[in-house]
């Protein structure tokens, strides 16, 4: 019994039931806990960029074939668009077949304000999306830094400060971590409250379709992919139950970020491949973006009787392969990524946008946790490429004996 209490998991599922009921039951009260989860992560986000700078700085820094970085590099970005051109693909099956937009009448649903949204698609540029990523500066400038550092004779003081300063930003992660179930609380309370559980009924053959494959494409692809290597995805999972349960209370991967590095680390991953892979995958490995806009686009089409052609479905296959690398780190991403792809296929009113505002927030949680899965498989994955990966290791983390998350462990 004084595990179970101890036990961070316990913790953050009892807030995210608790923030549930109170939104539900206590609407305004829910709407009014929005802060507790929106400064949870905000907090979280201080410490994304510094773990990222060190972490790949250390990494590359303690190469000795630079060739290697840049390997490893180009076999990410093949197998980011691999994976995600396969969920795209998935996706649209998936939403042909089951048909979630049939008998939706687009007139008896609110709709809502999407202006922001279509001239956000009209605004969208690779140039603003480059500087509105912080991720992806960080991830350049830390490139850069590591091959400086590699090339220096004298680099032990400077690696030696860094190790320094890494052993404590972990340790400040961890205490801010222990505050996780009150972002949870906060997340939950705040979702139900605004929107309510019905406005999930209009759209409830869209939500239990976009989840059902999602979880397809989890235990389906990203399960084949680690049992290559002979890794079970369901170990992998309970091994980061706590991130995903931070993810589901939050709906922000962002939230459980840093602590994706460490715990791969932690797992046997090489560092250099971890700094690399799980920053680049935040903006261009979006597996559940990607299947939840291949979806989106095929629902609307099917909402206002549009019957699409093979090649009508190619081009937007085509079109998402390009505007779905855009969907972090811009605000409204989703609707203006999805508004993006609409005013490019001329196909399906840009205004059926308005048809998802009310349930785009419930979908978020599948969205982020896909996300967050898929970039731990795709860290894995090419650890075991780079021969960079220790099973020993990786053993010992899921058995629990190396890194186990407790709340006594941290204080």
């Not at 049939?102 to 603003?128: E, L, P, R, V």
């Not at 980061?240 to 991967?253: A, C, F, N």
């Not at 970020?257 to 991953?269: A, D, F, N, T, V």
């Not at 505007?323 to 780190?329: E, N, Q, Y």
């Amino acid at each position: 019994m004084k595990k179970i209490f101890t036990n961070l998991t316990f913790w953050v599922l009892l807030a995210i039931l608790s923030g549930a009921l109170i939104g539900h039951f206590y609407p305004s009260t829910g709407v009014a806990m929005q802060p507790a989860g929106t400064y949870f992560i905000n907090v979280v986000k201080v410490f994304i960029t510094p773990i990222i700078f060190l972490t790949i700085s250390l990494g590359i820094s303690g190469m000795n074939d630079l060739k290697k970085v840049g390997r490893v590099g180009g076999k990410a970005i093949l197998y980011f668009e691999i994976v995600t051109t396969l969920a795209l693909i998935i996706g649209i099956l998936v939403a042909h077949f089951i048909q979630p937009g049939s008998g939706i009448n687009s007139n008896a649903i609110q709709q809502g304000d999407i202006s922001k949204f279509t001239s956000g698609a009209k605004s969208f540029s690779w140039i603003k999306f480059l500087k509105d990523n912080l991720t992806i500066q960080v991830l350049i400038i830390s490139i850069l830094f590591g091959i400086i550092l590699s090339k220096l004779k004298d680099k032990q003081k400077i690696t030696s400060a860094l190790q320094f300063a890494s052993k404590y930003v972990f340790k400040g992660l961890h205490i801010v971590m222990l505050f996780s179930p009150i972002g949870a609380f906060g997340g939950m309370a705040y979702t139900i409250g605004k929107f309510g559980i019905g406005t999930l009924l209009p759209l409830g053959k869209l939500m239990l379709t976009v989840y059902t494959t999602m979880g397809i494409f989890v235990f389906l692809v990203l399960g084949l992919i680690l049992r290559y290597y002979k890794i079970s995805i369901l170990k992998f999972l309970n091994y980061i139950k706590e991130e995903l349960l931070i993810v589901l209370g939050t709906s922000s991967s962002e939230a459980a970020l840093p602590s994706l590095i460490e715990k791969l680390e932690k797992m046997g991953c090489a560092k250099s491949v971890v700094g690399l892979v799980v920053p680049a995958g935040y903006s261009f490995n979006l597996d559940g973006t990607t299947i939840y806009l291949s979806m989106a686009v095929i629902f609307l089409a099917q909402v206002f009787h549009i019957d699409l052609s093979i090649s009508q479905m190619l081009t937007i296959i085509g079109v998402l392969m390009i505007t779905s690398k855009g969907a972090a780190g811009v605000t409204g991403s989703g609707f203006i990524v999805l508004a993006s792809t609409l005013s490019a296929i001329h196909v399906i009113p840009i205004e059926g946008l308005a048809l998802l505002l009310g349930v785009d927030r419930f979908m978020s949680e599948a969205r982020s946790i896909t996300n967050f899965i898929g970039n731990g498989v795709a860290t894995i994955f090419l650890s075991n490429q780079e021969k960079a990966f220790n099973r020993k290791q990786m053993e010992l983390a899921f058995s629990n004996e190396v890194y186990e998350y407790e709340l006594k462990d941290s204080l």
